[in-house]
């Protein structure tokens, strides 16, 4: 069994939602959001990386329901790529298909504040878990 840590990345142009993983456990949780203002923070980036130390970054990939190409399918991939190659790690994509309206449900129903609900952030930091736990439970 494997026992590599991964991190899980939901990317947006104003937020980037980051989940760790572990293949021992097959879970994930969310770590952080970071606010994009001029591109994703690679600083933050790259100390979550030092943190953590993933072996595999997962990447959810959005897609509209009838299949046709989501507009963000070129930033993303152009974000998947830098990670790649500014860090030296294998990238997975994942279709992330709905992930943050599934975030917004699991928050409604949940026990969380009415503000919380409504919080972008952990809106986005909920998606990449969710990406990443989708992820985990297909490999």
Partial sequence: MSSRTLLGFDYGRKRIGIAV???I???AQGLTTLACTNGPD???IGQLLNEWRPQLLVVGMPH???DRPHPLQHEVKAFGDQLAERYNLPIEWMDERLSSVEAEAQLAN???SRQRKQDKAEIDKLAAQIIL???LNIN
């Fill in 21 to 23: 993983g572990q293949e």
């Fill in 25 to 27: 456990t097959h879970t």
């Fill in 42 to 44: 690679w600083d933050r």
């Fill in 64 to 66: 509209n329901m009838d």
């Fill in 110 to 112: 949940g026990t969380k």
């Fill in 133 to 135: 736990q989708s992820w």
